[in-house]
């Protein structure tokens, strides 16, 4: 945050150099900082650094290419796009071009379709709020699965480590009995964020043969637990589950 602080304060003092006097410059550039910091706080969203160069300038028309980094929660990312900006007596008007959002696809899969539809259209307010959703039940996610993992280390197991998006829950005893719980955040082209959760069962086959039924039913039993109680609550009560002993 300092860094790009130190940027925005180079960019606006350049700026307004001989504009106004040096005590108006710093009461604006501190309430510019407060606000930032607000904002970052409000929305999770950190910038780590920015920079800005400007391409082309001709009289009324400007094009200045911004680099941007930052984290929103523990999910970092980068965009680099283009600003054209075009001055008339009346307004000024700005629209984004070339616009790269950068972030791992292998491990935030579940924003790709969204990243290459804002790169398209160009919308940065939606892309950050959007990633602001995506980033709380990311963590939310990560937290959930460090909870049960602690509290029932010899049951719960992440194969994938806690930012993988499944956890498996074993009997202590050598049964084979499993229950995995996949965990999907779905973002769609519009920006909408969902949690999916379904719930997989991998059953010894003689287990099976008596309870065919109860098996069967389990993944309906464990989406209607959720509606009921909530993701926690219904994760615990499979725990329970798997954890009795014969």
């Known amino acids: 945050m300092f860094s790009v602080m130190k940027s925005f304060q180079t960019e606006f003092q350049g700026e307004l150099k001989g504009q106004e006097s040096p005590s108006d410059l710093k009461a604006q550039l501190e309430s510019l900082e407060t606000d930032l910091s607000f904002l970052m706080k409000f929305t999770g969203i950190w910038f780590t650094s920015h920079s800005k160069k400007t391409v082309e300038k001709t009289g009324s028309r400007t094009i200045q290419k911004h680099r941007l980094s930052g984290n929103c929660h523990s999910l970092p990312f980068q965009l680099e796009f283009q600003l054209l900006e075009i001055k008339s007596k009346e307004s000024v008007s700005a629209v984004i071009t070339d616009l790269n959002v950068i972030m791992e696809s292998g491990e935030y899969s579940g924003v790709s379709k969204f990243v290459s539809s804002t790169e398209e259209h160009g919308n940065l307010l939606p892309f950050f709020r959007s990633l602001s959703s995506y980033a709380e039940w990311y963590e939310h996610r990560r937290c959930t699965f460090l909870h049960f ?22 009997n202590p005893e050598p049964s084979g009995f499993e229950l995995m719980i996949v965990w999907k955040i779905h973002v769609d082209e519009d920006g ?55």
């Open 149 to 170: 993992k602690t509290r029932y280390p010899d049951i719960v197991k992440l194969p994938e480590g806690l930012l993988g998006d499944y956890i498996v829950l074993r």
């Open 192 to 246: 909408r964020t969902t949690p999916v959760l379904d719930l997989l069962t991998k059953v010894p086959e003689q287990v099976l043969e008596q309870n065919i039924t109860t098996i069967e039913n389990a993944p309906t039993c464990f989406r209607s637990m959720l509606l009921l109680f909530g993701i926690e609550t219904a994760i615990e009560n499979l725990i329970k589950v798997v954890g009795l002993k014969k």
